[in-house]
């Protein structure tokens, strides 16, 4: 997604080819950003689009490659925060891989 506001489709994962970022960036390890170990830590995470028009968020400490994050991250599960990091339409949503 070239502007991080604009709001994920699954059009627009049908158009991706698999692998595609879709969107990546970092995010406070606290109840207020992510909460992963609560450490005040900073967090990198990565969106990536499936083999098929599935997608993903996975997650670990900043400082990390994103090639580290796509391999050995934590998947994101929460609905609140998939939506947080990668607005997305309801369609879209229904296509996270858990």
């Known amino acids: ?3 991080e ?11 991706m080819a698999p692998g595609t970022v879709i969107a990546e ?4 390890d606290s109840p207020e950003g992510l909460n992963f170990d609560n450490t005040g830590g ?4 990565v969106a990536v689009r499936g083999e098929i028009p599935d997608w993903a ?3 670990h400490f900043a ?3 994103r090639y580290y994050i796509l391999r050995h991250g934590e998947k ?3 609905e609140r925060d998939i939506r947080k990091l990668v607005p997305c339409d309801d369609l879209a949503m229904t296509s996270y891989r858990h």
């Open 57 to 59: 968020i996975y997650v």
């Open 25 to 28: 960036g970092e995010i406070i």
């Open 42 to 45: 900073m967090l990198k995470w």
């Open 63 to 65: 400082g990390k490659s």
């Open 1 to 3: 997604m070239e502007n």
């Open 76 to 78: 994101v599960h929460w």
């Open 5 to 15: 506001k604009e709001i994920l489709t699954v059009s627009a994962l049908c158009d």
